[in-house]
């Protein structure tokens, strides 16, 4: 739904309100877009890369030395995926974002995952507020995820007001493609 919404914003169009009917060329359109935004094979594995990686960092230390630092999903969010959000929204374009929502390695919870789509923020140092349409929330104004910059090696609470079943670990900038809509 996200890209879908995003082709439609491209576009300069406004989305159908009506559920469009099975079969229908608009509902084929969603189901495309849908399967689109996994981006099969490599987006799966991006999300289950993200659900295996510890919340901080973490470090693998042999005789007082540090060998080997593991960033952690927070300092992944904060360090780069959310200067790449920031930047999309300051050009004026929202950015399709890969929710994280587990922490498994059975990949039967990919589908726990989220995806929304970011198009505004606000900043009040260390916390961030950035706006998201969540496809789970409807037409929503109000929707958001927040969270600290200020400890990213640390484990960082991503607070919500999505309707998701799971708390937010962090979230990643999906590759998107514009389509024309129906």
């Known amino acids: 739904m996200v890209f879908a919404a995003l082709d ?3 576009a300069g169009k406004t989305p159908m ?3 469009p009917s099975p079969g ?3 509902y084929k359109f969603l189901v495309r877009r849908l399967i689109d935004s996994w981006h099969l094979p490599a987006g799966a594995a991006e999300y289950f890369q993200w659900m295996n990686l510890p919340e901080g960092d973490s470090t693998v230390q042999v005789l007082g030395q540090t060998l080997v630092t593991q960033r952690g999903v927070s300092w992944r969010t904060i360090e780069q995926q959310w200067p790449q959000v920031r930047a999309s929204i300051d050009g004026g374009t929202p950015a399709a974002l890969g929710v994280v929502t587990m922490a498994s390695a059975n990949p039967a919870q990919l589908g726990e995952n ?3 789509l970011a198009y505004s923020y606000s900043v009040t140092p260390p916390e961030v507020t950035v706006g998201v349409y969540d496809p789970n929330s409807g037409p929503a104004d109000g929707v958001h995820i927040r969270f600290s910059t ?3 090696t640390k484990p960082t609470t991503f607070a919500h007001n999505m309707n998701l079943a799971h708390p937010v670990r962090g979230f990643f900038v999906t590759g998107y493609s514009p389509v024309s809509p129906p």
């Open 114 to 116: 989220h995806q929304v």
């Open 8 to 10: 439609y914003w491209y």
């Open 17 to 19: 309100a009506a559920q």
């Open 150 to 152: 200020a400890a990213p």
């Open 24 to 26: 229908s060329p608009l």
